[in-house]
Antibody
Framework: EVQLVESGGGLVQPGGSLRLSCAAS????????MSWVRQAPGKGLEWVAN????????YYVDSVRGRFTISRDTAKNSLYLQMNSLRAEDTAVYYC????????????WGQGTMVTVSS | QSVLTQPPSASGTPGQRVTISCSGS????????VFWYQQLPGTAPKLLMY???QRPSGVPDRFSASKSGTSASLAISGLRSEDEADYYC???????????FGGGTQLTVL
């Protein structure tokens, strides 16, 4: 079964850091682009970042560039999101998502992990 | 304010046909494929349509989509109660070098 399982979410104070992980299984991880997409409580979807198959290409939404870093470990079939200098507006469910048509779409979504930034 | 524009809500009665619009620009919907996602209450989104008008396996043919210029639309025919969900359009934006979503349309089956 194709599956993405996120972990690492939680409550963090403004200015703090958090590292999200995503374990992929059931497919050949290293041939797909991977992304993080978030959804603030009661709001719509927002793409956060994506990374190509070997990690040589990375893209970020303007609001997180310089604060968040996406990475992947092919040997561990895992995707990561290092989040620094967190702000209240980063509060959201973060979904790990498999790329479809390279970086252009998303076909497999994890169940999401909640990140709450609050003092 | 989302880069792609969708109506916030839509509704219909069982059996009806409903359409949801998605408007963008030349840097996103006008030059790249449009994708549609369905998010049922309390669940993760699901890919509903890809490459403007293609259905993944398992998606009923009651769902269809089209694109013309910088606008796209999703149509649901033979509306059913289980279609009640949020629907999002999305595309890659060449100017932003990132994916952009519409604000989402909440579909209510009356």
């Amino acid at each position: 079964e194709v599956q993405l399982v996120e972990s690492g979410g939680g409550l963090v104070q403004p200015g703090g850091s958090l590292r999200l992980s995503c374990a992929a299984s059931g497919f050949t991880f290293d041939i797909y682009w991977m992304s993080w997409v978030r959804q603030a409580p009661g709001k719509g979807l927002e793409w956060v970042a994506n990374i190509n198959q070997d990690g040589s290409e990375k893209y970020y939404v303007d609001s997180v560039r310089g604060r968040f870093t996406i990475s992947r470990d092919t040997a561990k079939n895992s995707l990561y999101l290092q989040m620094n200098s967190l702000r209240a507006e980063d509060t959201a469910v973060y979904y790990c998502v498999r790329g479809f048509d390279a970086k252009y779409g998303f076909d497999i979504w994890g169940q999401g992990t909640m990140v709450t930034v609050s003092s | 304010q989302s880069v792609l524009t969708q109506p916030p809500s839509a509704s219909g009665t069982p059996g009806q046909r409903v359409t949801i619009s998605c408007s963008g620009s030349s840097s996103n919907t006008g030059n790249n494929y449009v994708f549609w996602y369905q998010q049922l209450p309390g669940t993760a989104p699901k890919l509903l349509m890809y490459r403007n008008n293609q259905r993944p396996s398992g998606v009923p043919d009651r769902f269809s989509a089209s694109k013309s210029g910088t606008s796209a639309s999703l149509a649901i025919s033979g509306l059913r109660s289980e279609d009640e969900a949020d629907y999002y359009c999305a595309a890659w934006d060449d100017s932003l070098s990132g994916a952009v979503f519409g604000g989402g349309t909440q579909l209510t089956v009356l």
